[in-house]
């Protein structure tokens, strides 16, 4: 087993944490603060070929594998997680999806345009009524002459009032449980396509998190993505994928808060001594650190099977459990090592803090996760 990392991951690393560092650091409490989706710097990281990390060049992607994109989403967690989770979303689910289910066509005209930031993401699975249970989705797509009319609509749907394009899925039969699940394209304008209500947020407050709603949505049969009644079977495959970003998100999260806090315990100075001096404030660091990098650990481990082409829906989970679950520990430490300042809003902690607990939420909780798990394990044995 070789751990090292090649030069061009060195490389790769160090520009994305310069980038991060010089073009969003400067910003985030005011994007935090007024909930200001950057979409200035979103480009930019389409520019820099973020965007597209995991697509082929041939469809303007970089033609990066799943650890390269794992680094990406760390590195930019670590500085402002709600600017990874943008680009997660995006690449991870939207784009990813079109290029694992599309047609050709599909990915020549979609993959390229969101690849490079010309257009922005957002998918959507969930509902008011269907969570952790997707298969139990409302949302409608009845067959009517050259058309699909969609009716319903979906919640928590990351950039989905800056997006130019929404995969959303839909019921096409209802007597086929989570096989009658399809899954449709929509562009941004298309007649009786509208955003509903936009999320007020405790963390990731600079992503963008709403309603998009279908009221006698019609679309061309040309504008479903994969096979009629695949939709929900699919979007399992691309979330196995998805969990990686979000674990590469907790431990860049986790990373971000770790770093605050030895920084200030080095700076800190109580009874005539710097507080990372005290033994009570060494084991926090060490905690935080270690499990920090069991999850890096996880989460390279299961991007590198994807990469290899093997089906890491056990590894996935597995990575995004004790990723996100780590993260809100370390973040909490981080907290405590500040003290009272760990609660005000001009320390970092403070953010990555509130920032973190979606981590253990989005693209399955916790707890969907150990059932995920569990079935593999069973399934398996």
Known sequence: MDFEQTPEQAHLRKSIREFAEAEIEPHVLTWDEEQIFPLEVVKKCGEMGLLGAIFPEDLGGAGLGYVEYATIIEELARVDPSVALIVAAHTSLCTNHIFQSGSDEQRRHYVPKLATGEWIGSWSLTEPEAGSDAAGTRTTAVRDAECWVLNGGKTFTTNAHYADVCVAMAVTDRHQSAHGISAFILEKGVPGFRLGKKENKLGMRASATGEVIFENCRVPPSQMLGKKGEGFVDSLRILDGGRISIAALAVGTAQGAYDAALAYSKQRRQFGRPISEFQAIQHKLVDMATEIEAARLLTLRAG????????????????????????????????????????????????????????????????IQRLVIARQLLKSG
């Open 304 to 367: 590198w099977l994807k990469d290899q082409g093997q089906r890491v829906t056990r590894e996935s989970a597995m990575a995004k459990l004790f990723a996100s679950e780590m993260a809100v520990r370390a973040c909490n430490e981080a907290v405590q090592i500040h003290g009272g300042y760990g609660f005000i809003k001009e320390y970092k902690v403070e953010k990555f803090y509130r920032d973190v607990k979606l981590c253990t939420i989005g693209e399955g909780t916790s707890e």
